[in-house]
């Protein structure tokens, strides 16, 4: 990602402003070094030609006749000869008290000088009674390349009598300077320059790092952490200006809601590892397969949305859809496992599915949730009657959801009877749900629901105990049979419930049946067979409901002992069609229970036709609409009551009955 162009600005602003600076800096450190050297060089030759023409002045004793126009000395014209071999001083010259050279001692000769100019400078230090030094640089050949030239004005008393100018030749000096200076003034702008570039750098860094920082921010504030598609704030602020512009270009927009098919089963066998693989992987297909003003984003889990633009209508989005299922269900490798996927996608238009990101994206959901629930593996367009169908799941999921809380729901009991005698022998707690209007809502109508709410284990723990203590006021041995859920077994331990239960009712375990199907030993078999064994111990009878409809019932039978098989009631449903021969199979299925030592129990039995034919066929038991419908708890007695008059009470000799029962 770019950075934006005023974070660019702002930064070549602070980075013009830092090279300005460090600038600044070392041009003022080296200007501040030169000025220095400069004033030293000056201090330096000053000095010395103050003091080499003082010396002249003290060495030559007939100063003042010299400078009156007279020949030196001999003692004079030596020491002026010495001086000449100076290597420092290389010139003299004595002027008298008007300004005029009368005598000049230099490396070639010592000479008066018969006629001479003014010399302003010379006159100037006797009129102000002060040395006046100058710094040159040597412009011809007989001069040095720096030399200093200082004229004194040497007193009698308050008597100016000469004026001696000794002209100092600093090229060597300067050179020692400048070198030294030179150093030291390099070694003060690195030491400046790291003085002042490390923080600058460490700034720059942290500028840097800031920046990125930023725009990491900036990123996962509209994409997704984990495959970089944009995220569900970025996805509906796209889409609306999508929408927007929609009725300009005169085209549609399709919004399709892709989830993965059974992706917790991926999690569960290869980690969190081979999740997170299978999700980059469907994001990089995704986005192979769009084309550039469509829109790739994922909003969490395993569902994604893909924003197709400027389509002409329902046939051009329906083709798209297939590309994606198709692109989808390619193989993924992981390590040395093949994922084997399928998708499920919910598709919605704009404008006629709606004008906003929030409607069209809850329209493909809605989609979405049909396709799953009629298979998965396919693709569903949205259709009105969706929406009515989520307002009618809104409503039966707060019912159930109120059930739970406040124990809303009702147990009622269909009796079981023995076919030998037609004896009652127990009842079915069956679970209804009551609704607004009073009518009751069978298991099948909710409980799907339920399990999408995950509440299905508190249901059946209540279910349980309720079943349990009403059982107790029955007489014995009646018993009553309570489904379990898978879901109850994974909510903790189903043994410890029920003991729980059974001594909180006081209800006989030998009383008890439980009644589960064969989907509890798929997956996680091994650990349900040791609870199952568990109830077992306990005294509780375990019967395998909806038998002959599973995926492999029979291999369940030997696994473990059950007490007793419940036939499906679909069998007695096409009981009579000669094509599905139902009467064969619950032959077989009895003759099996016989030689498993197993009950069976044959269920919807509703005609006296039926009934006939398990008697035929020597059946076990029996429960259906024939032997008796599902009453609630307050019509059991009656019905337990009616089952002892029909077996036990005879009519007297007055044609009248006398019964005395006490029901438990």
Same mark, same amino acid.
């Given at each position: 990602?770019?950075?934006?162009?005023?974070?660019?600005?702002?930064?070549?602003?602070?980075?013009?402003?830092?090279?300005?600076?460090?600038?600044?800096?070392?041009?003022?450190?080296?200007?501040?070094?030169?000025?220095?050297?400069?004033?030293?060089?000056?201090?330096?030759?000053?000095?010395?030609?103050?003091?080499?023409?003082?010396?002249?002045?003290?060495?030559?004793?007939?100063?003042?006749?010299?400078?009156?126009?007279?020949?030196?000395?001999?003692?004079?014209?030596?020491?002026?000869?010495?001086?000449?071999?100076?290597?420092?001083?290389?010139?003299?010259?004595?002027?008298?008290?008007?300004?005029?050279?009368?005598?000049?001692?230099?490396?070639?000769?010592?000479?008066?000088?018969?006629?001479?100019?003014?010399?302003?400078?010379?006159?100037?230090?006797?009129?102000?009674?002060?040395?006046?030094?100058?710094?040159?640089?040597?412009?011809?050949?007989?001069?040095?390349?720096?030399?200093?030239?200082?004229?004194?004005?040497?007193?009698?008393?308050?008597?100016?009598?000469?004026?001696?100018?000794?002209?100092?030749?600093?090229?060597?000096?300067?050179?020692?300077?400048?070198?030294?200076?030179?150093?030291?003034?390099?070694?003060?702008?690195?030491?400046?320059?790291?003085?002042?570039?490390?923080?600058?750098?460490?700034?720059?860094?942290?500028?840097?790092?800031?920046?990125?920082?930023?725009?990491?921010?900036?990123?996962?504030?509209?994409?997704?952490? /984990?495959? &970089?598609?944009?995220?569900?704030?970025?996805?509906?602020?796209?889409? *609306? !200006? +999508?929408? $927007?512009?929609?009725? =300009? #270009?005169?085209?549609?927009?399709?919004?399709?809601?892709?989830?993965?098919?059974?992706?917790?089963?991926?999690?569960?066998?290869?980690?969190?590892?081979?999740?997170?693989?299978?999700?980059?992987?469907?994001?990089?297909?995704?986005?192979?397969?769009?084309?550039?003003?469509?829109?790739?984003?994922? /909003?969490? &889990?395993?569902?994604?949305?893909?924003?197709?633009?400027?389509?002409? *209508? !329902? +046939?051009? $989005?329906?083709?798209? =859809? #297939?590309?994606?299922?198709?692109?989808?269900?390619?193989?993924?490798?992981?390590?040395?496992?093949?994922?084997?996927?399928?998708?499920?996608?919910?598709?919605?238009?704009?404008?006629?599915?709606?004008?906003?990101?929030?409607?069209?994206?809850?329209?493909?959901?809605?989609?979405?949730?049909?396709?799953?629930?009629?298979?998965?593996?396919?693709?569903?367009?949205?259709?009105?009657?969706?929406?009515?169908?989520?307002?009618?799941?809104?409503?039966?999921?707060?019912?159930?959801?109120?059930?739970?809380?406040?124990?809303?729901?009702?147990?009622?009991?269909?009796?079981?009877?023995?076919?030998?005698?037609?004896?009652?022998?127990?009842?079915?707690?069956?679970?209804?749900?009551?609704?607004?209007?009073?009518?009751?809502?069978?298991?099948?109508?909710?409980?799907?629901?339920?399990?999408?709410?995950?509440?299905?284990?508190?249901?059946?723990?209540?279910?349980?105990?309720?079943?349990?203590?009403?059982?107790?006021?029955?007489?014995?041995?009646?018993?009553?049979?309570?489904?379990?859920?898978?879901?109850?077994?994974?909510?903790?331990?189903?043994?410890?419930?029920?003991?729980?239960?059974?001594?909180?009712?006081?209800?006989?375990?030998?009383?008890?049946?439980?009644?589960?199907?064969?989907?509890?030993?798929?997956?996680?078999?091994?650990?349900?067979?040791?609870?199952?064994?568990?109830?077992?111990?306990?005294?509780?009878?375990?019967?395998?409901?909806?038998?002959?409809?599973?995926?492999?019932?029979?291999?369940?039978?030997?696994?473990?002992?059950?007490?007793?098989?419940?036939?499906?009631?679909?069998?007695?449903?096409?009981?009579?069609?000669?094509?599905?021969?139902?009467?064969?199979?619950?032959?077989?299925?009895?003759?099996?229970?016989?030689?498993?030592?197993?009950?069976?129990?044959?269920?919807?039995?509703?005609?006296?036709?039926?009934?006939?034919?398990?008697?035929?066929?020597?059946?076990?038991?029996?429960?259906?609409?024939?032997?008796?419908?599902?009453?609630?708890?307050?019509?059991?007695?009656?019905?337990?009551?009616?089952?002892?008059?029909?077996?036990?009470?005879?009519?007297?000799?007055?044609?009248?009955?006398?019964?005395?029962?006490?029901?438990?």
């Amino acid at each position: 990602m770019r950075l934006p162009s005023s974070s660019r600005g702002s930064f070549a602003g602070n980075f013009a402003i830092f090279v300005i600076v460090l600038g600044i800096l070392v041009s003022g450190t080296w200007g501040a070094v030169k000025v220095t050297t400069d004033h030293f060089l000056y201090q330096n030759a000053t000095s010395t030609a103050h003091s080499w023409a003082r010396f002249l002045a003290a060495s030559v004793t007939d100063l003042e006749q010299i400078a009156g126009g007279e020949q030196p000395s001999a003692a004079s014209m030596a020491f002026l000869q010495s001086a000449r071999k100076s290597g420092e001083v290389f010139r003299y010259e004595i002027f008298n008290r008007d300004g005029f050279a009368q005598l000049v001692s230099d490396r070639d000769k010592v000479a008066l000088i018969e006629s001479s100019e003014h010399d302003a400078d010379a006159a100037r230090s006797v009129s102000s009674g002060q040395p006046i030094v100058e710094v040159r640089e040597g412009h011809s050949g007989n001069q040095p390349a720096f030399f200093a030239r200082a004229y004194v004005p040497i007193k009698i008393g308050d008597r100016t009598i000469a004026v001696v100018a000794a002209y100092v030749d600093e090229t060597e000096q300067r050179a020692n300077f400048y070198g030294t200076f030179l150093i030291a003034s390099a070694s003060l702008c690195v030491l400046m320059c790291l003085a002042f570039t490390v923080p600058a750098m460490a700034w720059y860094r942290r500028t840097k790092e800031k920046q990125r920082v930023d725009r990491r921010i900036r990123f996962l504030a509209h994409h997704d952490a /984990l495959t &970089g598609l944009a995220n569900r704030p970025f996805l509906i602020e796209r889409m *609306g !200006k +999508d929408l $927007a512009v929609l009725p =300009a #270009r005169g085209t549609m927009l399709a919004v399709h809601f892709i989830d993965y098919d059974r992706f917790k089963e991926v999690n569960d066998t290869l980690g969190h590892d081979g999740g997170d693989f299978l999700l980059k992987t469907i994001a990089q297909r995704l986005l192979a397969v769009i084309r550039v003003n469509d829109m790739v984003a994922r /909003l969490g &889990g395993d569902e994604f949305v893909v924003v197709q633009n400027g389509i002409a *209508g !329902k +046939d051009e $989005a329906e083709s798209f =859809a #297939r590309r994606v299922a198709d692109a989808l269900t390619v193989p993924v490798k992981f390590e040395d496992h093949d994922i084997l996927c399928t998708v499920s996608i919910g598709v919605s238009l704009a404008p006629e599915n709606g004008d906003t990101p929030e409607r069209l994206l809850k329209n493909a959901d809605l989609a979405l949730y049909k396709s799953k629930a009629e298979g998965r593996n396919c693709i569903r367009f949205f259709q009105p009657e969706l929406d009515a169908e989520l307002q009618a799941r809104i409503t039966l999921e707060k019912l159930i959801r109120d059930a739970v809380l406040y124990g809303g729901f009702e147990l009622y009991y269909q009796p079981l009877f023995e076919m030998s005698d037609r004896r009652l022998i127990g009842f079915e707690a069956l679970i209804r749900l009551p609704t607004a209007d009073g009518t009751l809502m069978p298991p099948l109508a909710f409980i799907p629901a339920a399990e999408d709410m995950k509440v299905v284990d508190k249901i059946g723990k209540w279910a349980l105990r309720e079943a349990c203590r009403t059982a107790a006021t029955w007489p014995a041995p009646l018993t009553v049979s309570v489904n379990l859920s898978p879901a109850q077994f994974l909510s903790g331990s189903v043994s410890d419930l029920v003991a729980a239960t059974l001594k909180e009712s006081g209800l006989a375990a030998e009383r008890l049946e439980l009644e589960i199907t064969e989907t509890l030993l798929l997956g996680s078999g091994e650990a349900n067979v040791i609870e199952l064994q568990k109830l077992k111990a306990l005294g509780v009878a375990i019967a395998m409901d909806d038998f002959g409809i599973g995926f492999s019932s029979l291999s369940y039978l030997w696994r473990f002992p059950f007490d007793k098989i419940k036939v499906d009631q679909s069998f007695m449903q096409c009981f009579g069609n000669a094509r599905r021969n139902a009467q064969t199979i619950v032959k077989t299925i009895i003759a099996l229970g016989r030689e498993l030592n197993m009950r069976v129990t044959v269920e919807g039995v509703e005609t006296a036709e039926q009934a006939a034919f398990l008697d035929k066929v020597n059946g076990d038991q029996a429960q259906g609409f024939f032997f008796g419908r599902p009453v609630p708890a307050s019509e059991v007695s009656a019905t337990i009551l009616a089952d002892f008059k029909k077996r036990f009470v005879r009519p007297s000799l007055a044609g009248t009955q006398e019964v005395r029962l006490r029901l438990v």
